[in-house]
């Protein structure tokens, strides 16, 4: 007979086995050493098994590893508040002083000269305005 396999030991050793299969492993330990070696330990395991679930052990919580990322996302978003609203704020000051610093005949030739432009671009999209 050729032995059988680890879950048919396992199984012969539960008595999960039917009968007629039970007595054909059984006629095959007696003969072949590895097998028997292998039901002893089989054996011998689940005593083992046996004797710790009758103590009383704490069964401990599960531990919960933190990952670590290389990447600080709190740290990027409060970078990109900060830069944007610098941006905003220097190019508000920028207006600012650029429109204090113009003499008053320029800001009126930009506003009133090219107010007809402004308002009629869109019915003129494809006329070529010139701003002279």
């Known amino acids: 007979m050729r032995c059988p396999d680890r879950k048919q030991l396992s199984a012969y050793v539960d008595q999960e086995l039917t009968r007629s299969e039970m007595i ?3 006629e095959h330990i007696k003969d072949c050493l590895s097998c028997r070696r292998e039901v002893a330990h089989l054996e011998k395991l689940i005593s083992r098994l046996k004797l710790l679930a ?9 531990i919960q590893r933190r ?3 290389s990447f600080n ?3 990027a978003v409060a970078l990109v508040v900060i830069v944007i609203g610098s941006i905003m704020i220097i190019g508000n000051t920028y207006e600012t002083v650029a429109v ?3 003499p008053d005949k320029e800001i009126e030739y930009y506003y009133v000269d090219h107010r007809d432009y402004i308002r009629s ?4 999209a494809n006329k070529l305005t010139s701003w002279e």
């Open 24 to 26: 054909i492993i059984s």
């Open 67 to 69: 990952q670590k990322t």
């Open 100 to 102: 204090k610093t113009w």
């Open 73 to 75: 996302w709190v740290a």
């Open 54 to 62: 009758k103590e009383d052990l704490p069964i401990p919580a599960p």
């Open 121 to 124: 671009q869109s019915a003129y």
